[in-house]
């Protein structure tokens, strides 16, 4: 029931595989692959091997964001109004279509989304998210949305339990507001390039006990590691 991984490949797809059976792709959200290449990150991985995916940016971060220079297109700038915080433009449903056909190629079952600490809780900003969610056709995939800036707990509950998210979060910040499946992404203690001690992972282990299904993804400098040692550590409880 618990699922251990990382945030990107840090390491070969190779020795990645032989460590973990789920990654988390970073690339579909800063500019999705073309089809073929996502088929062939499938072909190159175990028949149980599990993606899950960020959605493309195009749908959760303004185009005024520095994670925008990783997009292979630039946006024209009389159209960039049209474009991200869950906009309920056409541009922006597009980028849904585009996100959902690479989850599809890579037969992926979570698709994370993620908004910015610059999105804030306006009523704008909820309303669009509403009209979002309203109107896509999510198909098979569980969909989760990473809330970070100053949401409220009472706010990301509602919206999560309004539109069936998964409410993805750092643990060591705070514990999911819903019940179901659970989703953790590790950004590190103090910044990305923290490395987690001996102390975290058995905090941590305490918060994976249970029936629950849950996701353990990594996204530090030390991911891989850090994530092997979780592995391994709790392993070692199992046994006693």
């Known amino acids: ?33 073309e089809p073929k290449t996502a088929l062939k990150w499938r072909e ?11 959605a493309w940016q195009l749908i959760t971060h303004a185009p005024s964001s520095p994670t925008y220079k990783k997009l292979k297109r630039p946006i024209p700038e009389e159209k960039q109004k ?7 433009t056409a541009e922006v449903m597009a980028a849904w279509e585009k996100t959902k056909e690479i989850a599809s190629l890579v037969k992926a079952r979570i698709i994370i989304f993620q908004s910015p600490a610059s999105f804030e809780p306006s009523r704008e900003n909820k309303n669009n998210m509403r009209q979002f969610f309203s109107q896509l056709d999510r198909g098979q995939f569980l969909l989760g949305w990473e809330a970070r800036g100053k949401w409220r707990e009472e706010d990301i509950r509602e919206i999560c339990q309004e539109f069936n998210l998964i409410d993805v979060v750092d643990p060591f910040q705070r514990l999911p507001l819903t019940g179901g499946l659970w989703y953790f992404r590790l950004h590190g203690l103090t910044g990305y390039r923290y490395r987690y001690s001996d102390e975290d992972l058995d905090k941590l282990i305490n918060w994976l006990k249970g029936e629950k299904e849950i996701y353990v993804m990594f996204n530090n400098v030390y991911m891989f590691d850090d994530a092997l040692r979780l592995k391994e550590s709790l392993k070692e409880k199992m046994k006693r």
């Open 44 to 54: 190159q991985v175990p028949p149980d091997f599990e993606f899950t995916l960020k």
């Open 82 to 88: 049209r474009y991200g915080l869950f906009r309920p």
């Open 1 to 33: 029931m618990i699922k251990i991984g990382c945030c990107g490949f840090p390491v070969s797809l190779k020795r990645y595989i032989e460590a973990f059976s789920v990654v988390e792709l970073q690339q579909t959200f800063y500019h999705p692959p």
